[in-house]
């Protein structure tokens, strides 16, 4: 079932969304505000702790944004020992990138990523369970 959620906004808020509909090329209210909250995810990924590398968020669709920043907050719950709120457990990780191979020639060692509890870095790529 798709859920659809209105909302007014004010005068103020629709020029500053104008504006950015304009900056992000005349796209459409909506599409712009999926910008707008995808960079806000993408940057609290960036800042917190452990930093995610910008590589691995470059290429996020606004809609990948959404679904990475709950994997990265399953990452969380896994650092802190918690479980999901749905009553499991994580099945994300923070990792970082290993020094040498291929990471190393992109600058990427040292680098943090989230991954699925499944997958694992190898120094020229990534190395899933079976």
Known sequence: ????????????????????SEELGGASEAESLRALLAEGLKSRMRRCEPPIAEYFLMNLSPEGAAKEYLDYLDAINDRLGLIGSDGKPPKHYFAQVPAGGRWEAKG???????????????????????
């Open 1 to 20: 079932m798709k859920r659809v959620k209105t909302f007014r906004l004010s005068e103020a808020d629709l020029a500053v969304l104008d504006a950015l």
């Open 108 to 130: 990427l060692a040292g680098a943090w990523a989230v991954l699925p509890k499944s997958l694992r870095f190898t120094p020229d790529g990534y190395e899933q369970e079976v």
